[in-house]
């Protein structure tokens, strides 16, 4: 079995910053890729970011120049270093985690709520 878990959400100001921090642990021989997904109410889940095994990086547009993602392959961890963040980014944030062999897997979210 494979256990994700994110944290780091909360409440900030527009403008503000926070990271998120996503742990993957369990039975894992090596991970393809680590994700960053978001759900806003009323709306589908989107990709924000992506860290593939290697190193690249992908972002949405809509994230570009305000968002980082970066990885500890030896915690098996991903991170999300938002910046500039505005209402819009308001949304539970999911991590997902492909594991190599064995499909994705995915956390439970944790909430970002960006004020005006």
């Known amino acids: 079995q494979v256990q994700v878990m994110e944290s780091g959400g909360g409440l900030v100001q527009a403008g503000g910053s926070l990271r998120l921090s996503c742990a993957a642990s369990?039975?894992?021989?090596?991970?393809?890729?680590m994700n960053w997904y978001r759900q806003a109410p009323g709306k589908q889940r989107e990709l924000v970011a992506q860290?593939?095994?290697?190193?690249?990086?992908n972002y949405a547009d809509f994230v570009k120049g305000r968002f980082t993602i970066s990885r500890d392959n030896a915690k098996n961890t991903v991170y999300l270093q938002m910046n500039s963040l505005k209402p819009e980014d308001t949304a539970v944030y999911f991590c997902?985690?492909?594991?190599?062999?064995?499909?994705?897997?995915w956390g439970q979210g944790t909430q970002v709520t960006v004020s005006s």
């Open positions: 369990g039975s894992i021989f090596s991970i393809s890729a």
């Open positions: 860290i593939i095994n290697g190193g690249s990086t």
């Open positions: 997902n985690v492909v594991v190599t062999f064995r499909g994705p897997y």
